[in-house]
């Protein structure tokens, strides 16, 4: 299957909350992760993540689809064709 290079967003409502979990998934797909930046945004009550991703399209919607379940957790994607 193709690889495809993209960039994923995600924006975390409530870190105290899911941390542990959006980290575990984080983990679990770390093969496919070339680099991660977290930004705590403090005066809003948010945590910014911005990943940068190289795998198949199933793997990369894998991971945005369990990190999309998590409550307070919405993530967006861009993928090369």
Known sequence: MERR????????ENRKDVAEKLNKILSDYGDIIVGRMGIPYKERGLCVISLIVDGTTDDIGALTGKLGALSGVKVKSALTK
């Open 5 to 12: 290079i993209g960039v994923i967003g995600i924006v975390v």
